[in-house]
């Protein structure tokens, strides 16, 4: 059988980070590819997430915010600067409408800044392998679709494009103030975790108590997922070879942590602990550009970069962590979702380099 994986992970992912200079337009790239997916943070103060996609455009009429129930384009950014436009290198911000002060979320001068970025298919496409029909932005080949959909108030099944099974799903309400729940392989289809709270899982039938498939996923009737003729958006993650890894693992309380191994050298992984009400939190490559790593953010909250505590090692093949903290390596079970760097073997079975 042949070996195969995805040996230029940077294709398909890139974590770009940039200091503010205060401009009115201001193009920011080096995200190598035409992003379909952003989501930005500035990290050296109190300020909300902006997520914004393809398939619903850009602008500030389509912000959505992960520490927010809000509606999209309800939280207010629109004074704070936005983004405008994806470009084939990255994205252009502008000025917000309040005056001097309004560049604080995309582009405050001297302010840092951190935006992730994923490839998806483009511009979208109809889908019609579920009981509706979606649109859908779709990267088969990086296991990533982002799924615009209108609920029906009763059980659907929802096409999401990526020819293989989700095992992280992400859903949010555009039109109603309402949790992002979200569905993981770790959890099962039984239970959600919301991307905006700090919350165990918990008991629900979102997903109609059925597991994805390599076609659709499964809604229940369920107002945060599948309220009737709100539209909803939704992000899809299935896990590929050298590229992503979507599972769980147990810490052990030591600052001697537990090896996750994912068979590549990571760029980027949201972790939750899934016993307990302790935060996602964000790593990335690119904010601990060397080891340890120890800039950490968090989805369900606007704080700032948190340095407090020497969280890891990203490694050839995997992570160690460094700490006891409950967050991500007490005696607990945690849920996570990992993107490469690069392969620990590529194709032509040449290992990569460790930091």
């Not at 296991?143 to 859903?171: D, K, M, N, Q």
């Not at 979102?206 to 390599?214: A, E, L, Q």
Request: hydrophobic share 30%.
């Amino acid at each position: 059988m042949a070996y195969t994986t995805i040996d230029d992970p940077g294709l398909y992912f890139n974590t770009l980070t940039w200091t503010g200079n205060d401009a009115d337009s201001r193009d920011i790239t080096g995200v190598g590819f035409q992003p379909d997916w952003v989501w930005g943070k500035r990290r050296d103060d109190a300020a909300g997430h902006n997520l914004l996609d393809v398939v619903r455009g850009a602008g500030q009429d389509s912000e959505l915010s992960t520490n927010s129930t809000g509606v999209e384009g309800s939280n207010g950014q629109d004074r704070f600067g936005f983004l405008s436009a994806f470009l084939s290198d990255g994205f252009r911000v502008e000025d917000g409408s309040e005056g001097s002060g309004d560049k604080a979320y995309w582009n405050q001068n001297n302010a840092t800044y951190v935006a992730w970025n994923w490839k998806a298919g483009g511009s979208a496409s109809s889908n019609s392998d579920g009981s509706i029909t979606s649109s859908v932005s779709a990267n088969q080949t990086a296991g990533f679709s982002i799924v615009s959909y209108t609920g029906t108030g009763s059980a659907l099944t929802c096409g999401h494009g990526l020819g293989a099974v989700p095992e992280w799903i992400i859903v949010k309400d555009r039109d109603a103030a309402a949790n992002w729940n979200t569905y993981h392989i770790a959890n099962g289809n039984g239970n959600t975790s919301q991307l905006n709270l700090g919350n165990a899982p918990s008991s629900t039938s979102s997903w109609n108590s059925t597991t994805p498939t390599s076609s659709v996923f499964s809604l229940g009737a369920v107002s945060a997922v599948n309220t009737s003729s709100n539209d909803y958006i939704a992000y899809c993650f299935a896990e590929k070879q050298g590229y992503s890894k979507i599972g769980q693992y147990t810490g052990n309380n030591s600052s001697d942590g537990v090896f996750l191994y994912l068979g590549f050298k990571p760029a980027f992984i949201i972790l939750k602990d899934i016993t307990s009400t302790d935060p996602w939190i964000i790593l990335d490559n690119k904010r601990s550009s060397f080891n340890v790593v120890n800039h950490r953010l968090f989805p369900q909250n606007s704080n700032a970069d948190n340095t407090s505590d020497n969280v890891c090692d990203f490694v050839a093949n995997g992570i160690k962590f460094r700490s006891s903290n409950d967050g991500q390596n007490g005696s607990r079970n945690y849920l996570y979702y990992a993107v490469a760097e690069s392969p620990f073997v590529n194709s032509n079975k040449v290992p990569n380099n460790a930091r």
